[in-house]
């Protein structure tokens, strides 16, 4: 979980979380799929873990990244 770091600017959101561990697995998810996902805050969680939590990827993998979870029901 990355808080306000810059390495991440310019990268696209995929979904918000409120909590860490949902976000942590969905980041692994897409990871799994080959998608290079990040979990990123712009302030601390508290101190169970929530907060605006926000799962982003490079910009040229945005559209991978939102058609993973629409297929996985399939």
């Known amino acids: ?9 310019g990268w696209e959101t995929v979904s918000t979380f409120e909590d ?3 976000a942590l697995a969905w980041r692994d998810q897409l990871r799994q799929m080959g ?3 990040a979990c990123v805050a ?5 101190r169970l873990g929530r907060g605006d939590i926000y799962l982003v990827v490079p ?4 559209s991978r990244a939102k058609e993973i ?3 996985l029901d399939d």
């Not at 979980?1 to 600017?9: E, K, V, Y």
């Not at 910009?59 to 945005?62: E, H, S, Y």
């Open 1 to 9: 979980m990355a808080i306000g770091d810059p390495r991440f600017d």
């Open 20 to 22: 860490q561990k949902t």
């Open 35 to 37: 998608v290079d996902a």
């Open 42 to 46: 712009e302030y601390p969680l508290d």
């Open 59 to 62: 910009r040229d993998q945005w």
């Open 69 to 71: 979870p629409e297929n």
